[in-house]
């Protein structure tokens, strides 16, 4: 365990579903973020938040709607996706301070989803 | 734009050898690196990292090297093992942003 827990691990959902990714970390990290992960492509970064405030939003359908409740859980709601979707999402925390990470980012191990 | 990327995609090596995994990168305002481990199933793992000020880092195992002047970054494996097999990273960092940029992977094979 890296201490950034995602749920569910696999999700195969439907174009007209709507399903919701979780991650919880348990690091204190004051910084949490969504990256998307497709195949032969560089991480694709989707969302930051840091303590609780969205701070980038990197020009992602509003399909994917992210929330933060508190510095410890990110939420990635999915509603009417595409298959071009299918991929697999991963959370990551780090601690930000000044700027700057402090020792790179902890990632969860992702959910691979397949949208059918 | 900036980009970071690898120069070999895939990387077969044999059990107990020596391995290097490169990693160029374009914008000289990057200040902090970091080299990622990705197993199969598993999200990306960091493994070490090294801020500008400095050239050379060691791991147990593993060393970093920072070359600013060609903005190259390497990570060597000592006596590679079948567990090392996986996909590695590099990320870096600009200063006054900690979002990094990622490259693409290159693959790690170790033949036992």
């Known amino acids: 365990e890296t201490g950034v827990t995602q749920t569910p691990r696999h999700l195969v959902m439907g174009m007209t579903n709507k399903k919701s990714l979780k991650c919880e970390q348990h690091l204190g990290h004051n910084a949490m973020y969504w990256y998307k992960q497709s195949a032969k492509k560089p991480l694709e970064l989707m969302f930051v938040?840091?303590?609780?405030?969205?701070?980038e939003n990197n020009s992602v359908p509003s399909r994917f709607s992210p929330e933060c409740p508190n510095s410890s859980h990110l939420f990635l709601h999915l509603h009417t996706l595409q298959p071009e979707d299918s991929a697999l999402y991963l959370c990551a925390s780090s601690q930000e301070e000044q700027g700057a990470t402090v020792y790179g980012y902890t990632f969860g191990s992702g959910t691979r989803l397949t949208v059918v | 734009g900036e980009s970071v990327g690898l120069h070999l995609p895939t990387l077969s090596v044999q059990e107990g050898d020596n391995s290097i995994i490169n990693c160029a990168y374009s914008n000289s305002a990057s200040d902090y690196f970091i080299w990622y481990k990705q197993e199969s199933g598993k999200g990306p793992q960091f493994i070490i990292d090294?801020?500008?000020?400095?050239d050379k880092r060691q791991g147990q195992r593993v060393t970093v090297l920072l070359n600013k002047t060609v903005k190259h970054l390497s990570l060597q494996i000592a006596a590679t093992q079948p567990g090392d097999s996986a996909v590695y990273f590099c990320?870096?960092?600009?200063?006054?942003?900690?979002?990094?940029?990622f490259g693409r992977g290159t693959s790690l094979i170790v033949h036992p």
């Open positions: 938040y840091n303590f609780k405030e969205q701070t």
């Open positions: 990320a870096e960092e600009s200063g006054g942003s900690y979002i990094p940029t």
């Open positions: 090294i801020r500008s000020n400095m």
